[in-house]
């Protein structure tokens, strides 16, 4: 059987410098991919949510506010899980569908800064959410806005934690 000498004739063989060219390329990625403000990470962070939650308004309606006017995960929650039960379900789907998309579309860094103010984050995600659903004519009462507002803050901080190990995991 023959020997792998790779690392021997590694070792023994003559340094060589990257050409200027690679290295500026590489200095400039890594400057680029580091240099991250907050306000463009929750501009990106909000437009993504923005577009995920436009989608999830085809199969799940927020408010009675639905872009396909299909209810029925609406009343199989509604009828499973009681009125205060579905909002929170609902909630969570709202944010919780966002957050997932947000973990595989922003970078690690933005993740980070997003994670080290987790629960803020999502909870000014969701007042702006709600905010928009008064402005495009949903009927918002405070009895069924506290369950929703405690499941999108908290489904979206724990779907967007989790799904952050995740891909830490697969990676």
């Known amino acids: 059987m023959k020997e792998n ?24 990625k890594i400057e680029n991919d580091l240099k991250v403000t907050p306000a463009l990470t929750w501009v990106k962070f909000s437009a993504i949510h923005a577009f995920i939650g436009a989608l999830s308004l085809l199969f799940c309606p927020q408010f009675n506010l639905s872009l396909s006017g299909k209810k029925d995960l609406y009343y199989f929650f509604h009828q499973t899980l009681g009125h205060e039960g579905c909002m929170i379900v609902c909630g969570a ?3 919780g569908t966002g957050a997932l998309a947000s973990v595989f579309l922003l970078k690690q860094v933005e993740i980070y800064l997003i994670r080290r103010s987790l629960m803020m984050a999502f909870l000014l995600l969701a007042i702006v959410s709600l ?9 918002i009462y405070f009895d069924l806005a506290t369950p929703w507002l405690l499941g999108a803050v908290v489904g979206g901080a724990s779907t967007f934690k989790v799904s952050g190990i995740l891909k830490e995991a697969l990676a």
Not at 5 to 26: C, M, R, T, V
Not at 131 to 139: D, K, P, R, V
């Open 5 to 28: 000498h790779d690392y021997e004739s590694f070792i023994q063989g003559e340094e060589k410098s990257a050409p200027d060219q690679l290295k500026q390329n590489i200095f400039n």
């Open 93 to 95: 789907i709202f944010l």
């Open 131 to 139: 905010g928009l659903f008064y402005i495009f004519g949903a009927q």
